[in-house]
């Protein structure tokens, strides 16, 4: 096939793909990899492609779900909370708990994303993709029976969810989304926010697996990550006007359905 036919269809993809994963929080590395991989490209030329497609616009998602209102980020340092207050100067928490929990996220990214990296070049990634894939189908599932559930917000669970959520992006390039958005809203964050929040800690964890894949040797394959990154980066506007304008009651139940669904895809790429 022609370069240029080729190059269309990432775009096309990458803006589809992009736009469901702005959307609900997920989707996007989740198929484009295996999609990629149909096509004939290379693990190690996908997953870098991927990640650097998604470390661009994760922030520019982040940044328009902001200005929309679907989250509130407020990054300024919290001069009043317990841990600035002890260790003064080199003390940092965000001031918003949105900000707080994609703080708690990105830096859980540090840990999965590398030690994921690293086993990349080593290890058969099949049994990893039935646990993921049966987490995620769980999670959906919950969200569904217990979507008018009031939930207790825990850090605990968010912290397991970052280093678990971030292993699996650095491992297959996927993953990500669904686990910390079902996570986050089980865990008793609202829906809207996890979205966004999604967005941030993504971006930083590719920032994690795009560095250590090429401190490891790997190369990024530009005629796939251009088109990838151009066109992801176009549909965020549309994403985040989606995001705001669906009733939260509605919305839960549609990222319930949509984990359910990919729960189900990942294991099916296994079986298949």
Known sequence: MDPVPIIGLLFFMAFICEYVDSTLGMGYGTTMTPILLLMGYEPLAVVPAILLSELLTGG???FMHHRMGNVDFNFRRDRDHRIVKKMKILGYIPKSNDSKIAFVLA??????AVAAVILAFHIPKAYLRIIIGSIVLIMGI???VRRNTVHRFSWKKILGLGIIAAF????????????????QILSGVKSKSSIAITSFAESFTCLVGVTAYLILGADINWSIALPLVIGSFISVP?????VKKIRISNFTVIVGIATVALG?????????
């Open 60 to 62: 520019f998602a982040a």
């Open 107 to 112: 830096a859980c990214s540090v840990i999965g």
């Open 142 to 144: 919950l969200i569904l």
């Open 168 to 183: 699996n992006k650095g491992l297959s390039g996927g993953g990500y989304g669904p686990l910390v958005t079902s996570g």
């Open 238 to 242: 549309f994403c985040a006007w989606t």
């Open 264 to 272: 189900l895809f990942t294991l099916y790429k296994v079986a298949f």
